[in-house]
T-cell receptor, first 114, second 113 residues
Framework: AQSVTQLDSQVPVFEEAPVELRCNYS??????LFWYVQYPNQGLQLLLK??????LVKGINGFEAEFNKSQTSFHLRKPSVHISDTAEYFC????????????FGTGTSLTVIP | ETGVTQTPRHLVMGMTNKKSLKCEQH?????MYWYKQSAKKPLELMFV???????ENNSVPSRFSPECPNSSHLFLHLHTLQPEDSALYLC????????????FGEGSRLTVL
């Protein structure tokens, strides 16, 4: 089974500053990688996903992530955050060889300070 | 409108009650999931239904009982729950034939007194 590590449980950042949320996973076998965002009192929404091809993936709301196979990482970045980006962010890995199983990290709470 | 609808959004129940959570997806997906979300823990997969057959239960206590009558509907029946079962219960769906993501509902916030 995979494990997903999000090292930072809380990340405060000033508005318009850049941010990086880190994600590492346990195995380098073929996986699909995802970042989800959860706003208060809502379910999870997909930000972006890596399936294959270019290692730099662009998502919604100006977010992007880079897949690094050698470091088994999939860090999420945004060059300039907005107040509305305040939310919980989850990294997930799908090991499709095991019946469409998804593994989630513990989440990173991003707080954007005005 | 996310395409996955969960009801009720909030539920308070005593330990001796019986209640059910409902999930409906309008996306034509063929797999549905129940996840439990507790504070500061990874999402816990409880049940997976693939083509309406259960494929995973992850040793979930028997006080949680899933039901999937068709590919669009999923239920989680609850009885004699414990206070530690209080959590946000998320339903999700996906399409098995595609390299696709999970689509989540907004969750049912359960409080067990």
């Amino acid at each position: 089974a995979q494990s997903v590590t999000q090292l930072d449980s809380q990340v405060p950042v000033f508005e318009e500053a850049p941010v990086e949320l880190r994600c590492n996973y346990s195995s380098s076998v073929s996986v699909y990688l995802f970042w989800y965002v959860q706003y208060p009192n809502q379910g999870l929404q997909l930000l972006l996903k890596y399936l294959s091809g270019s290692t730099l993936v662009k998502g919604i709301n100006g977010f992007e992530a880079e897949f690094n196979k050698s470091q088994t990482s999939f860090h999420l970045r945004k060059p300039s955050v907005h107040i509305s980006d305040t939310a919980e962010y989850f990294c997930a890995v799908s090991d499709l060889g095991a019946g469409n199983q998804f593994y989630f990290g513990t989440g990173t709470s991003l707080t954007v300070i005005p | 409108e996310t395409g996955v609808t969960q009801t009720p959004r909030h539920l308070v129940m005593g330990m001796t009650n019986k209640k059910s959570l409902k999930c409906e997806q309008h996306l034509g997906h063929n797999a549905m999931y129940w996840y439990k979300q507790s504070a500061k823990k990874p999402l816990e997969l409880m049940f997976v239904y693939s083509l309406e057959e259960r494929v995973e239960n992850n040793s979930v206590p028997s006080r949680f009982s899933p039901e999937c009558p068709n590919s669009s509907h999923l239920f989680l029946h609850l009885h004699t729950l414990q206070p530690e079962d209080s959590a946000l219960y998320l339903c999700a769906s996906s399409h098995l034939a595609e390299a696709g993501e999970l689509f989540f509902g907004e969750g049912s916030r359960l409080t067990v007194l």
